[in-house]
């Protein structure tokens, strides 16, 4: 990647970034701690905060008078242009439109203040296919990737006139609203279908009943947990006086080893976090989960998330396996205890984390229906899954070609290749989500 920036317009020029606009940052935050956050006070914005297209200023921690004070140039302004320059979000760039309160950044964002270039369009030129490749380009660090300011003082722009460039931003702001309400549109598509699987399996599994929301047919039971399951049995670790255990690539002859980490959702295992041979459960080394088990993540962030088993496998101390009675349909149980992830959570007991202990668990009440209606109730919740699942592929795939479309678009706006007065960018983002 090199810094000369695609052919442009005549009356355009090329600039640096440290030559239109302050770049002010720092590396962590003069020694602040979490534990000094407080419940009000001065909002202290991180890179989650800046990701969508409006700035989150609510879902923020806060700081002191005299945290905020040290550092006046990063007092956020109207017209400031803030950049992630750490980890994951790297490159991701957004446009300070107001300040509902005294607000400041983290050492994650560069604050850049404009004084030669409109907000508007030094944001979408930062979004641009161009400067996000120069990013990748001269980012650093081996494992969280970051961004110096002497780099990013030194961003080769395009710099139309003012008036190009205010017309460009108008352009764009009109058109990627367009954008972003298809890409949104699907978005409340797969939260509906998602919601409605979630009623239906509350309906079908018998939640309602469980909860004494509605009568109970005569020929279901409300059963503790504990009567429809013949063991309880919760992941370890190998012990550290073991020779090494762990297999390097997964074989035949090897078992997954899951964490919370695994768990992919609608009752979906993901990868495993490692692989043991067989013979670690055999001899005891950790617990043997059996096909048709179900998998339910015990404690942490995630307590409550539930997955079906269909192979052999173990897991780590944060997940316990319920092995059903054998006229207990273990996919029945795995849907049921997936309606009721918000009620384990909400009735486990609770410190730091929500804990999700065997005890409570073997005292759970779940709704028990005649074998065959269990059957019934799996398989057409599973057919209603395969449906949300690819659902959720092809919004995944229409975000992925927006994204594209939606940077095309900016990319050439930027850099002068079609003159936006005339143009509708719909040669561009025609055809999408459609």
Known sequence: MTDALPSLPESWKETRLDRVATVNARIGWKALTAAEYQSDGYAFLAT????RSEIDYTNVNYISEYRYNESPELMLQ????????????????????????ATTVNGSIAVLRPFDMEPGFLRYVIQSSFIQGHIQSVKDGMGVPHLFQRDIKRFPLPSPPRGEQRRIVDFLDAETARIDSLAAARERQVHLVTSRLDALAKRD?????????????????ILPLRRIIRKVKTGSTPSESNPDPWVKEANRDAIPWYGPSSFAGLMQLG??????PRSAATERMVPLF??????IVGIGATAGKVAYL??????????????PEREVSGKFLAWQLWAATKELRALAPYTTLPII????????????????????????????????SALRVAASQAAKLVQERRQALITAAVTGQFDVSTASGRNVTDGVLT
């Not at 950049?83 to 439109?97: C, E, F, H, S, Y």
């Not at 269909?310 to 092995?323: C, E, F, K």
């Not at 709704?367 to 949300?388: G, N």
């Open 48 to 51: 989650p905060n800046i990701k």
């Open 78 to 101: 109207v017209g400031d242009v803030l950049l992630a320059k750490d980890g994951n979000t790297l490159g991701i760039a957004n446009i300070v439109r107001h300040v509902p309160r």
């Open 310 to 323: 269909d192979h052999d496998a173990s897991g780590n101390q944060q997940v316990t396996a319920l092995v």
């Open 271 to 276: 990868v495993a976090v490692k692989h043991l």
């Open 357 to 388: 202990n065997n005890d409570f668990l073997k005292s759970f009440p779940v709704a028990m229906p005649p074998h065959d209606s269990q059957l019934a109730v799996a398989h057409r919740l599973d057919h209603a899954a395969e449906r949300l």
């Open 290 to 295: 059996p096909a048709k088990s179900v998998l």
């Open 205 to 221: 599994t018998g939640r309602i009943f469980a909860q004494q929301t509605a009568e109970c047919p005569d020929d279901w039971e």
